[in-house]
């Protein structure tokens, strides 16, 4: 293999660091999530209702970067939600908090050696579409990359994924379906976005809103993006929630607030865990039925006969 990127604990590559992470945590439960959720600002209470949990706190888990934001307690908590095993984030660290991407992206590269093969990214965000009032959901449909960096930098260490990661199908679109059907059977609004990462931790004016409005965003937020690039990567499966905390800046003729933020993820989190539970038995069904190569093996026999001339054709 070739030089890996150090990163910042110590001399071991973070494949390693990873791989030491969750064996810790692989030691302190006899569950084996397949999916994992991350929990955004104010929206950490979902972990609190899994049943069989075992709850570990950030700071006990090797290598592991804590979080110093607002709303975001530093638990991994492992447990049972309608049936289903998963892996809950309870927080997560930003950018803006003066980590590396490589480090935001740490967690993710650990639940994927604990063997998560799908992830749900919930976040805060604020709203840029018109359509949107605060405290809606918005299933994410694509990104806009404007954190002016990627976690991906540097040396590819080929035992987490390849070096050019496809982002085309990153938000899985089966999984939003399941997102949507669920929606309607609890009678549940959902819209659907495009969400653009910026570094924070200002936020936006309204010019750049206007900005982000041109260029095609409906959200507008701090956080998800590396997480769903280190997903491309590692071969996970995403799905993105955005939770319309506030309209974003100069849309309403008000300043945005933090206490505002957090507020309005405490207001929807009942609405929100109602949601996250009803999909997780459909995501966890849509792993039970696929190995966990089947997705590389499909794209490189789909590479593969596309490279080949069609037999019997023209010559
Ligand atoms: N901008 C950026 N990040 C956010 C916002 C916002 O308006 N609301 C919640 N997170």
């Not at 899994?50 to 110093?68: D, G, M, N, Q, V």
């Not at 908590?77 to 003066?98: D, L, P």
Request: charged content about 20%.
């Amino acid at each position: 293999m070739s030089a890996v990127k150090k990163s910042g604990t110590g001399g071991a590559s973070a494949f390693m660091q990873a791989e030491q992470a969750a064996r810790y945590v692989l030691g302190r439960t006899r569950l084996r999530p397949r999916v994992a959720i991350v929990l955004g600002s104010g929206l950490g209470a979902f972990a609190d209702q899994l049943s069989e949990a075992s709850a570990i706190e950030y700071r006990k888990i090797p290598h592991f970067p804590i979080s110093t934001a607002i709303g975001h307690a530093g638990r991994l908590v492992i447990g049972k939600v309608n049936g289903v095993t998963v892996a809950a984030m309870q927080g997560r660290v930003h950018f803006y908090e003066g980590y590396s991407l490589e480090q935001v992206i740490f967690p993710m590269r650990v639940l994927a050696r604990l063997g998560i093969r799908a992830t749900v990214l919930t976040n805060a965000a604020g709203g840029i579409s018109r359509e949107y009032t605060q405290g809606c959901l918005v299933l994410l449909r694509d990104h806009i990359n404007l954190q002016g960096s990627n976690p991906l930098i540097g040396p590819n260490d080929d035992r987490f994924g390849v070096r050019f990661p496809d982002l085309t199908q990153v938000y899985w679109k089966p999984y939003r379906e399941f997102a949507r059907e669920e929606a309607q059977r609890l009678g549940m609004q959902l819209f659907e976005g495009v969400y653009a990462a910026l570094s924070g931790p200002s936020y936006e004016t309204p010019a750049e809103i206007r900005y982000l409005r041109a260029i095609g965003a409906d959200l507008v937020g701090m956080s998800t993006v590396p997480e769903v690039i280190a997903a491309a990567h590692l071969g996970v499966r995403v799905l993105g929630i955005s939770c319309v905390t506030n309209m974003a800046a100069g849309i309403l003729d008000q300043p945005i607030t933090t206490e505002e933020v957090i507020e309005t993820g405490e207001r929807v989190k009942g609405q929100f865990a109602a949601l996250l539970s009803a999909i997780m038995p459909r995501i966890d069904a849509d792993l039970a039925a696929s190995a966990p190569q089947d997705d590389l093996k499909k794209l490189s026999r789909a590479k593969s006969a596309a490279a080949k001339p069609p037999r019997g054709g023209r010559h």
